[in-house]
């Protein structure tokens, strides 16, 4: 803090900023064992921590709001802005507690797209609307400021449709799965190998559909249905369930289906 006050030199900065580096990194290992040793609650409000940044992106929205009539491009550019640190994925939801926080993600991701987008397309606008453009070329210009908006509102709807569409797609697969692997549990021996093959067919299926994003058809950019290695632990489990039918593994695959279920329920549409 002391380093990037107006009043530090050059020469003073050089030195202060590798000890500001030295002392992050001193908390860090200081701070980490103590939150190995925190409760579950601590770890859910500590890791949702990160989340609190686009609390501050919705106050560089209010000012850049409230000084959109005076300086359109400032608030352009501080609208632009947060759309390219949403797009960039600076601000990332936690990995941590994949499952019980996938009903929030299929929320809050798509309202949170829709709110870059929002913010990007109303910036872009702006810096547009405060080029010097020939009086000839207004209407055209003002025409396709409009166009731009009808897009942003067609595109927020698609947003929504598809995050519902996913959840219902979730829904049914794992639920086949799940109905899979209850049956290669109970199923008899002679009659596993097809009841094997169902529930491999069934998982690939389910997996396509876990590497989605929420809110976006880019896989470079957006929001995990399930973190990669939470994915890839649940492929693990499912193996070992389809290879061992009835064993532990099997249980609590069916358990985390179950969970999975349970989150996309409010989201079901088998309309959209």
Known sequence: MVALRPSTSPKLFGRLAPLSALLLLGSYWVAAPWFIARSETWH???????RTAYMMAIGLVMAAVSS?????VVAGSALVMIWILHVSGALR??????????????????????????????????????????????????????????GLVVTSGKVFV?????????????QKLERCLT???????????????AAEDAWDDLHRTLRNKVETG???????????????????????????????????????????????????????
Request: charged fraction near 20%; aromatic fraction near 6%.
């Open 183 to 197: 049956r290669l549990s109970r199923g008899a021996v002679a009659d596993r190998r097809p009841l094997r093959d």
């Open 44 to 50: 859910r409000v500590i890791t949702f921590v990160p």
């Open 93 to 150: 939801e936690p990995a941590s507690f994949a499952y019980e926080r996938l009903r929030g993600r299929l929320t809050w991701a798509a309202a949170l797209q829709v709110a870059a987008m929002c913010c990007g397309t109303v910036g872009a606008v702006c810096l547009i609307r405060s080029l010097p453009v020939p009086g000839r070329y207004e209407p055209a210009v003002f025409t396709a400021c409009i166009s731009v908006v009808v």
């Open 218 to 272: 880019f896989h470079q950019y957006g929001t995990f249905v399930l973190p990669t290695e939470r994915l890839r632990t649940l492929e693990a489990l499912v193996m070992e369930a389809i290879t061992n039918p009835g064993a532990p593994a099997s249980r609590e695959a069916i358990a985390r289906l179950t969970v999975l279920r349970a989150a996309c329920a409010p989201k079901i549409d088998t309309a959209a």
């Open 68 to 72: 959109l009539p005076d300086q359109p």
């Open 162 to 174: 598809r995050v519902r569409k996913l959840a219902t797609e979730l829904d049914a697969r794992a």
